[in-house]
């Protein structure tokens, strides 16, 4: 669904280089009693592209997309998805607007009292009228979308991590919505495990146009999936395409891109 | 010294904080549950949880409470050559009092906690988070239905507890003590009135359905999102709701005695 | 999104079980309320009723006929009590019947037992009992044992025995 960005002032841009701005961070600032978290920080997410939210361990990755997906508040600033400003809304208008969105989180958060099968169609029969053989037909679409086989009766904790985030993507996707959230989708799995999800990602952006926001401290699937990166460092960002993130001067992204070196991806405790 | 005043102070201010939290969270629950969407099947599930796999300890309990208040009521009573009385004695010591409130601790303590601890544990792993993502109302989805079930089980078990408490009493009076049965029966029968015991005995437990149903369910809903927050959300839904069950009790015996 | 029935079995044999034990505690043990038929309304004045108080039963011969409704100062300005009873309708007692107000073992809840008379006049809706036999109040009726015994020194003379329960 194409999104028209609204036509308010100057601090409100038209969209960054790489394309027309579905999320828009605006000068957000928030602090956790005495920690500064973010401290003026402002960046835009394209449409339809796959942005990256990189950085170290407890630079504010999953806060940044906590915010964008209205769980935490700015103490200060706004947060637009399309022409809607998010962060000041009540909670009942919010969950208008997560309609539009679906969100991967890093354990998955499937409801652990209920079936695979269950929990991903929960919002289909919770938002929808449809009859139980459409919501039947949907959700087996996103099983074999995102490689699920035999799953349906299955429980949460029987499942594997990596089927876990699937089955987690399959409930993020079944709503067909315009943005997806994806918090550390390769924690915990294993260097193939990493690449099918990463396959399936790109595939699935590919396909749908979809607005994926991810976090990410996995150096190398990052410089592979996203058209843009947003950077967090001292509670503000830098933003750019994997190209120009590679080549900046910014002492600070030198000595990130360093650590992680050319090997494998950068686990830090977290 | 000025430490400890601004200690107090802070502890009031958060005190009172939390009795509007629990309060706002409260009416939330209220409403949720006076609204559609009724989720008759997870209030179901739930009632499973905390009413069917309580009865044990309830009927157990009930019985040994029973017998112990026979057998302490004989000694008692034969002093005063009243022991023909023992029915009444038992059935009104379990109907008015040890019933709703012993029932209430039994259930605070395996269901509340339970309770507590599963919402506790959904916070920890961004459940809820991800039930407000996909636009469901965590508080209608999850924390009602459990409220609710703790709520309609109360009055239940408690009833179940004084049947098997007089049943108690029977077995010790009539089986141990060789009190006549039919004595005891009637003096049980002829002494309970409905208004004044039974009813008020049905308001109690009641009631403390409702404060443990909001106490373990606030608790394990604000509990910080790791497994410390768990364990401190699951034993502070324990002590405040007995603590609670305990206090209600006096102001509703105070009421119920003095009024209509 | 059904379990198992088993779970749902046993959850309507727990809810069915509660409700039994409930029903069985309020009716059977509880049921002082009468609940037969009533719809004769017979009025009683009495000089005392002592413990009697509304929902308490009006009986014939140890068996339930009724309850009582309404207790008042008597409105002729006697300074009686008045009690307002509904008993059974198809009830056939006669106006030379009398009502006292008894107690229930001796420690006992109170009610009013009718004993009927032989008149062939038979009290219809709104009828009045004129033969009424008032309540024993224990405190008076120790009072009066003390007085009949001439206040002896130690005063101890009206007062039963210790142990069990007083008359």
Known sequence: ?270 | MFELVRDIGWRTVDNVYGLGGITLFGSRLVLETLAPPYRLRRVIDELFNTGVLSLAIVCASGTAVGLVLGLQGYNTLVRFGAEQSVGAVVGLSLVRELGPVLTALLVTGRAGSAVAAEIGAMVATEQLDGLRMMSVDPIDFVTQPKALALLISMPLLSALFIVFGLFGGYLVGVGLLGIDAGTYVSSLENNIDFRNDVLGSVLKSVVFGAIVGLISTWRGFTSAPNSEGVSRATTGAVVQASVAVLMFDYVITALWGVGI | MSRSPIRDLLVGVFVLSGLAALGYLSIQLGGATYSGPGGLTLYASFDEVGGLAPRSPVVIGGVKVGQVKKIELAPDGSFRARVTMDVDRKLKLPDDTQAAVLTQGVLGNQYVGLQPGGSETILTNGGEITYTQSAVVIERLIGKVIQSLGGSSSGDGGKPAGGGSSP
């Open chain 1, 1 to 270: 669904m194409p999104v028209e960005m609204a036509q308010a002032g100057a601090s409100r841009s038209e969209g960054t280089p790489h394309g027309q701005a579905h999320v828009d961070v605006n000068s957000v600032r928030l602090a956790f009693g005495d920690r500064r978290v973010f401290d003026g920080l402002s960046c835009r997410f394209p449409q339809a592209k796959i942005s990256v939210i990189l950085g170290a361990s407890g630079a504010g990755k999953s806060t940044l997309l906590r915010l964008i997906a209205g769980l935490q508040r700015p103490d200060y600033g706004d947060v637009w998805i399309g022409q809607q400003e998010i962060s000041r809304l009540p909670e009942r208008q919010l969950r208008r607007v997560r309609k539009r969105l679906g969100m991967m989180f890093q354990g998955g958060a499937l409801l652990d009292s209920m079936t695979v099968f269950d929990n991903v169609a929960l919002a289909l029969r919770e938002h929808t009228r449809l009859s139980e053989r459409e919501i039947t037909d949907r959700v087996h679409a996103q099983f074999e979308a995102v490689g699920l086989k035999r799953v349906d009766a299955l429980l949460p904790g029987q499942l594997s991590g990596g089927m876990k985030k699937r089955t987690a993507l399959a409930r993020a996707m079944v709503t067909e919505p315009e943005i997806l959230l994806i918090d550390e989708p390769f924690s915990g799995l294993d260097p193939l495990a990493v690449r099918l999800i990463e396959a399936l990602l790109i595939d699935v952006n590919r396909h749908k146009g979809l607005t994926m926001i991810l976090t990410n401290h996995h150096i190398g699937s990052t410089m592979r999936m996203a058209d843009e990166i947003v950077f967090i460092v001292d509670g503000t960002s830098i933003s750019g395409t994997v190209k120009e993130i590679k080549e900046s001067i910014d002492p600070r992204i030198q000595r990130f891109l360093q650590a992680a070196g050319t090997g494998p991806s950068l686990e830090e405790a977290s």
